[in-house]
């Protein structure tokens, strides 16, 4: 089994930051692409951001120019960075790693995901 858990919600003011931050644990040989997506209350999830295992990176149109993913393969963490936040970015923040695991093949997990409100 693999465990993603994500650390680095909050509240924050228009035109703030916060670092989000998701490590995957458990039975993992390598892990190809992670990425964030983020769900608002009555819309569909959403990819904010992803990278592959090379750094090869992702954005939506709406976060390009302020929002950074990275990721440290050997802690097996992903990060996002969020600069010059804005209300309309409030969200549950979910992480998503595609992981190749001992004995299970390639599957796709998600963290438990992490509030992020940001107040104008």
């Known amino acids: 089994q693999v465990q993603l858990v994500e650390s680095g919600g909050g509240l924050v003011q228009a035109g703030g930051s916060l670092r989000l931050s998701c490590a995957a644990s458990?039975?993992?040989?390598?892990?190809?692409?992670m990425g964030w997506y983020r769900q608002a209350p009555g819309k569909q999830r959403e990819l904010v951001a992803a990278i592959t295992s090379g750094g090869s990176t992702n954005y939506a149109d709406s976060v390009k120019g302020r929002f950074t993913i990275s990721r440290d393969n050997a802690k097996n963490t992903v990060y996002l960075q969020m600069n010059s936040l804005k209300p309309e970015d409030t969200a549950v923040y979910y992480c998503n790693a595609e992981v190749l695991s001992y004995g299970l093949g390639a599957n796709d997990y998600w963290g438990q995901g992490t509030q992020v409100t940001v107040s104008s």
């Open positions: 458990g039975s993992i040989f390598s892990i190809n692409a």
